[in-house]
């Protein structure tokens, strides 16, 4: 086993004024430069967890909270945001969320995160520069960033996030407002921040992304944990459909191989195959 950089310990939180919780004894680990996925349907409490993760709450959002998140030496619950901050980042669901609207430009914006840390201008120039190259928006780097779609806004977010080098990426569902060839160029950009040792905890929907990205899966489930463990051993048991959660393309093509009468190992030996027919498919 890697070494563990977040830990949660059986959490539970409350929402200020609603009767039910969002999460409940949630208990998870993840490995240092691992690629981890939460899913779930809508309502589950993958942003609440989300949120927890990043110290949004309790330091942000108000209600009754019990168990601990740890990431690495910090207990978030006793760090401030600015000290989590340097160890993990959250790109939001909502882009326009993270807009500090105080940046007159998307120049300043993408620096406002390494002002409030002091870093010298001459630094900051040099990383402003890469990460709007790396993000694609280095053409837009002097427009007011109340003036940009939401594909724009959305990549601003997320290298405003990237911009403060935190150890561990916190992505929920970080591409809502981008179209599918957007939204790929910024998952191959994560993929290549994994690749270089970065720890990726992502929330997405797309499930033949999160088949293909995640080393390990967590279902949540009405706010609680249904299951841990590898994308074949998630999508491969039925049981998981019980908690509404969708399955990639390729573990359907698979199923109705079995119903036609193939043996699951007949069907698992034409699997590779069938998940390389699908991608074509899908990317072509």
């Known amino acids: 086993m890697g070494k563990v950089v977040l830990e949660v310990k059986d959490f ?4 200020r004024q609603t009767k039910r919780k ?60 600015a000290q989590l901050s ?9 882009p326009f969320n993270q807009l500090s609207y105080t940046a007159g ?5 993408l620096a406002y995160g390494l002002g409030n840390r002091g870093v010298s201008r001459e630094v900051m120039k040099e990383k402003v520069e890469y990460v709007s190259r790396l993000m694609r928006i280095d053409h837009i780097i002097h427009k007011n960033p109340l003036e940009l779609s939401g594909g724009q806004v959305q990549r601003v977010a997320f290298g405003s996030t990237f911009i403060m080098e ?43 992304r999160v088949a293909r ?12 944990v249904a299951a841990i463990d590898t994308p074949q051993n998630i999508f491969r048991d039925p049981e998981m459909l019980k908690h509404h959660i969708g399955i990639p393309d390729y573990v359907k093509v698979c199923q109705a191989l079995k ?8 069907a698992e030996i034409m699997e590779e195959p069938a998940i390389e027919l699908v991608k074509e498919a899908l990317t072509g």
């Open 12 to 15: 539970s939180f409350r929402y």
């Open 22 to 81: 969002a999460l409940k004894n949630v208990s998870f680990q993840v490995e240092e430069g691992s690629f981890f996925c939460i899913i779930g349907a809508n309502g589950s409490g993958k942003s609440t967890l989300c949120n927890a993760l990043v110290g949004l709450i309790p330091h942000y959002f108000v209600g009754k909270m019990s168990g601990e998140v740890h990431v690495g030496d910090l207990k978030v619950e006793d760090s401030s945001i």
């Open 86 to 94: 340097a160890e993990i980042g959250l790109v939001f669901q909502n």
């Open 105 to 109: 430009t998307v120049a300043e914006e």
């Open 166 to 208: 935190p150890k561990i990426l916190v992505l929920d569902e970080c591409t809502t407002q981008l179209d599918p060839l957007g939204s790929e160029e910024i998952f191959d950009i994560v993929k290549g921040l994994n690749q270089k040792g970065i720890t990726v905890i992502m929330v997405d929907h797309e499930m033949e």
């Open 213 to 224: 990205c995640a080393d390990k899966i967590l279902v949540l489930d009405a706010g609680e």
């Open 259 to 266: 119903e036609k009468g193939y043996t699951r190992r007949e």
